[in-house]
């Protein structure tokens, strides 16, 4: 194989390889459900059970921490989330929870289901 072959054969695979690349980045469509983007998703359901889907107005997450800001303390189940959670600290109406693992999946999935 003489150089020049080897300078086609070089820029041929170079082209595959950036075409390849921005079908992945750019073109590919992303998987949709009913046009809702396809996430890991966690259940929720015993969070929103011991704290109340229509009581929490605000979730936001802080490092490892979740701050969610309920409208009427009295309508959580504290003990009950204290068992299942590493701890929960609370300030006015606001409860920082410390979840023992999956913090981001369990916040993007509250989220989504507070809409």
């Given at each position: 194989?003489?150089?020049?072959?080897?300078?086609?054969?070089?820029?041929?695979?170079?082209?595959?390889?950036?075409?390849i690349?921005?079908?992945?980045?750019?073109?590919?469509?992303?998987?949709?459900?009913?046009?809702?983007?396809?996430?890991?998703?966690?259940?929720?359901?015993?969070?929103?059970?011991?704290?109340?889907?229509?009581n929490?107005?605000?979730?936001?997450?802080?490092?490892?921490?979740?701050?969610?800001?309920?409208?009427?303390?009295?309508?959580?189940?504290?003990?009950?989330?204290?068992?299942?959670?590493?701890?929960?600290?609370?300030?006015?109406?606001?409860?920082?929870?410390?979840?023992?693992?999956?913090?981001?999946?369990?916040?993007?999935?509250?989220?989504?289901?507070?809409?």
């Amino acid at each position: 194989m003489n150089l020049e072959q080897r300078i086609v054969i070089g820029i041929v695979a170079l082209i595959l390889i950036v075409g390849i690349g921005i079908y992945l980045l750019f073109i590919r469509p992303k998987r949709k459900i009913n046009n809702q983007d396809i996430s890991p998703k966690v259940n929720v359901d015993w969070i929103l059970e011991l704290i109340g889907k229509d009581n929490i107005i605000a979730i936001e997450q802080v490092q490892k921490r979740v701050r969610i800001t309920v409208s009427d303390l009295n309508k959580v189940n504290l003990e009950g989330l204290k068992e299942q959670t590493n701890g929960v600290f609370l300030k006015g109406s606001m409860m920082v929870v410390t979840f023992k693992n999956n913090t981001e999946e369990i916040v993007e999935s509250l989220r989504g289901v507070i809409k």
